[in-house]
């Protein structure tokens, strides 16, 4: 059975940093690229940021570059997401996906395995 357990969420100030997690199990980590999307209330869910299987290559999308960070951590079945200078529009639940593919992807629908989403919330 494959789980992806997100963990790191929480309500903070605009301005603060936090660390998202994704712990994976149930397949080969490595071979799996993975991403974050984050959904806003009343919104439809959005691509965040890739990385490749090995870490090597990373994607962002443009409203997070440069204060977002993905990274991961094949040892320990773990992806991360670094998010500073936060923002009120940063406001949303944030999921991890597993993708098989190799080729970069920003779209949900080509995603394999998804978590159920950890709440962030940036105050002004």
């Known amino acids: 059975q494959v789980q992806l357990v997100e963990s790191g969420g929480k309500l903070v100030q605009a301005g603060a940093s936090l660390r998202l997690s994704c712990v994976v199990s149930g397949l080969t980590f490595g071979d799996y690229a993975m991403g974050w999307f984050r959904q806003a209330p009343e919104m439809e869910r959005e691509f965040v940021a890739r990385?490749?299987?090995?870490?090597?290559?990373?994607d962002y999308a443009d409203s997070v570059k440069g204060r977002f960070t993905i990274s991961r951590d094949n040892e320990k079945n773990t992806v991360y997401l670094q998010l500073n200078s936060l923002k009120p529009e940063d406001t949303a639940v944030y999921y991890c996906a597993a993708d098989f593919s190799t080729h970069s992807r920003r779209l949900e629908g080509e995603y394999d395995y998804w978590g159920q989403g950890t709440q962030v919330t940036v105050s002004s």
């Open positions: 990385i490749s299987r090995g870490g090597s290559s990373t």
